[in-house]
């Protein structure tokens, strides 16, 4: 059975499991310990994939001389994107004002002042620590040393002379059964989709913020909507000239969405979404491998999206009115620069661009912010959903761009 249909599945009957048993005391643990199984496996694949992966397919892209083609198509689709997606949010937060509503978590805390430095500070030492196993240790939420070892080692294995082909021949080949294990992760994978799922909505409805404010909740859900069915197919139709089909992309891809939308982590949803850009978009192994890793480093459009909307709607509680398409704008643009530095706070990107935003515009909002945390996961979740997005849609744009696209039949897709 295809995966659309599997993991689909798997979302509703974890919905049906949290509104029917999401009042007992027994089934937040439960779905935790489940959830964490689901997710550390999914992080084991992620890191192992980008080890043996990506330094495959940098030195295949230099061989053949298309890494420049890559990357130019890769930065310029995820620079738009960072873009117009919170621009786009912000003009609807304006033409359509909601307030955030008040949640369990409202005085609770506050949101240290050097939060942002000292996301950088962690990021700089296990970068720069020369220490592998700190780097391996801190890869389930920091990617990102992993990622430029194995851009240096591949940039060494182009086999430009007779002395490195075997290495060369030898990566790829763990490259090949990296992607044959998460093809096979996701034909069963619905099973830890109803496990991240179960306990996605298991918190939003014990936690009850969510159903406060109808108004603020159906914009929550139609802004990213519009952004997935408006914004980024007439984008994709523009860098691709009008010959792709953006809609059979991403619903070919519901499984890794599912997994980015319960789980909120994009390291997580990595082996699943580089999985279906092969086997179901007919993405070229060396592009999958190695655009879903930069866009894991730039690509935070989506993230950048709900923080804009988060900030809009808490400065229109604290202030007590809408606040005015002008300053929409210039929130939106503020949350686009600080989403280059998401991925310093993977599964907290929200948190960190909202903070990040706040602090360079000099705003205070005494803490108001914090009021998110009650929401946070279905606004990860909503952001990563839109991310995986854009690393599925920029991942066809880089293959028909090369000209290296394939249309695999319906019956050969996962």
Partial sequence: ??????????????????????????ILPVLSSLNSLAVNTGLLLALVMTVFSLPGAI?????????????????????????L????????????????????TAG???????????????????????NLALILSVSDSFLLPVVILAFIIGLALKPSADVIKPAYITINSFSEVMFRIARALNYFGYI??????????????????????????????????????????????????GKGNPFKSLYRNIASQVMALTSGNYIFTLPFMQAGERYNDGVQKRIAASSSPLYYI??????????????ISVIANVTG?????????????????????????????????????????????????????????LLSGLGCLIDSQIAILGASVSAR??????????????
């Avoid at 990357?71 to 995820?78: D, K, P, Q």
């Avoid at 949010?89 to 509503?101: H, Q």
């Avoid at 936690?207 to 408006?230: R, W």
Wanted: one cysteine or more.
């Fill in 85 to 104: 997606l919170p621009l786009f949010t912000a003009l609807i937060s304006s033409a359509f004002p909601v307030v955030f509503p008040v949640s369990t």
């Fill in 108 to 130: 609770s805390g506050t949101i240290a002042p050097q939060y942002v430095t000292n996301v950088f500070q962690s990021a700089y030492q296990a970068t720069f620590s020369g």
């Fill in 59 to 83: 030195a295949s892209l230099r061989k053949d001389r298309a890494g420049g083609k890559l990357v130019s198509t890769s930065v310029a689709w995820a620079l738009v994107t960072s873009v």
């Fill in 321 to 377: 009115e809408p606040v005015g398409l002008p300053f929409c704008l210039v929130i939106a643009l503020f949350c686009a620069l600080a989403s280059f530095a998401g991925s310093l706070a993977c599964g907290f990107e929200i948190m960190f661009i909202t903070v990040a935003a706040l602090r360079m515009l000099n705003i205070n909002l005494y803490s108001a912010e914090v009021t998110m945390l009650g929401l946070l996961p």
């Fill in 401 to 414: 761009r090369m000209g290296v696209d394939m249309n695999p039949s319906y019956k050969d897709i996962l």
């Fill in 1 to 26: 059975m295809k995966t659309w249909i599997t993991y689909l599945t798997s979302l509703f009957l974890a919905l049906a499991t949290a509104l029917l048993l999401g009042d007992t005391t027994w």
């Fill in 192 to 241: 830890f989709a109803y496990f991240t799922a179960g306990y996605f909505f298991t918190l939003i409805y014990q936690e009850k913020t969510f159903f406060v404010d109808a108004a603020f909740s159906a914009m929550a859900v139609i802004t990213p909507a519009a952004l997935t069915l408006i914004l980024l197919p007439v984008l994709y139709e523009i860098f691709t000239k």
């Fill in 298 to 311: 730039i690509g935070h459009g989506g993230s950048a999206s709900v923080a804009t909307f988060c900030i």
